[in-house]
């Protein structure tokens, strides 16, 4: 299963196209889009303002609150109580409609003031928001110094109804030191400006406690680039990757905590 998200603030409007169809060639024709959000550290699902065809959902960021309020996932079921009753002290894995290989894909079309836009994809996965962890990311690679603009938007979905803060790091590797802190919160879209001394080849984001999708876009002349970080281990092309990833975020614990 897949969760959806969509990017809002003041200078960003965003539009998610999330297909009927998936990659085995099957189409949902009964498929629904639901929204769910947090109300008194419970979820609750509502039907979202959303516009369709026959191939696809479309979300237009503007008509659904801000970035902070609400996900959205699709199903089976006709009935929003139902759906409901399902959701509420965590999220559920309600369906597997999106369980395809390769990955079932949306499309998050990022738009400026100025017109300018990027697209990418919004999904995150269900067996992601059941997990607790860091992320480790380096900020030179998908970020770029000589732009007008670079912004951060770290997404977390996590499993409970929770609103809970926590620290996004950005270390200088070969100094072994903090460049500097920010907050963030879960269930959240969290937005930062970052600045040019956060973006070097030794710099790298860490997120503590809480895993997320950090989404990097880099604007000039309201010409906007835009990628989503990867795993560390996805780069490493070794059979004791995860046991040297695991090695470095321990490097980058103690630096946080020393």
Not at 8 to 27: A, D, G, M, T
Request: charge should be neutral.
């Amino acid at each position: 299963m897949n969760f959806f998200f969509h990017i809002h603030n003041q200078e960003y409007n965003s539009r998610v196209s999330i297909p009927k169809f998936n990659n085995f060639s099957e189409y949902g024709k009964d498929l629904k889009l639901f929204k769910l959000l947090i109300k008194n550290q419970k979820w609750f699902v509502e039907r979202p303002n959303y516009e369709e065809n026959k191939e696809f959902f479309f979300i237009e960021s503007h008509k659904n609150c801000n970035n902070s309020e609400g996900i959205y996932f699709i199903g089976f079921s006709k009935n929003y109580n139902e759906v409901d009753n399902k959701f509420k002290n965590k999220l559920v894995d309600f369906e597997n409609f999106t369980n395809t290989d390769p990955e079932f894909r949306s499309n998050l079309r990022v738009m400026n003031k100025g017109g300018g836009f990027a697209s990418y994809q919004s999904e995150y996965p269900f067996s992601m928001t059941m997990k607790q962890g860091s992320i480790l990311s380096s900020t030179s690679s998908l970020a770029n110094k000589d732009s007008e603009k670079n912004m951060l938007f770290f997404v977390n979905i996590f499993a409970k109804p929770i609103k809970e803060k926590f620290s996004i790091y950005f270390v200088n590797y070969e100094k072994k030191e903090i460049v500097s802190k920010r907050e963030a919160v879960t269930n959240e879209v969290n937005f930062y400006r970052l600045e040019k001394e956060e973006i070097d080849k030794n710099i790298f984001l860490y997120s503590q406690n809480f895993l997320g999708i950090p989404v990097f876009i880099s604007e000039k002349n309201f010409h906007i680039s835009m990628e989503h970080t990867h795993p560390p281990h996805e780069y490493v092309h070794s059979n004791d990757r995860f046991t040297l990833i695991n090695n470095l975020k321990d490097e980058f614990n103690k630096i946080i905590n020393s």
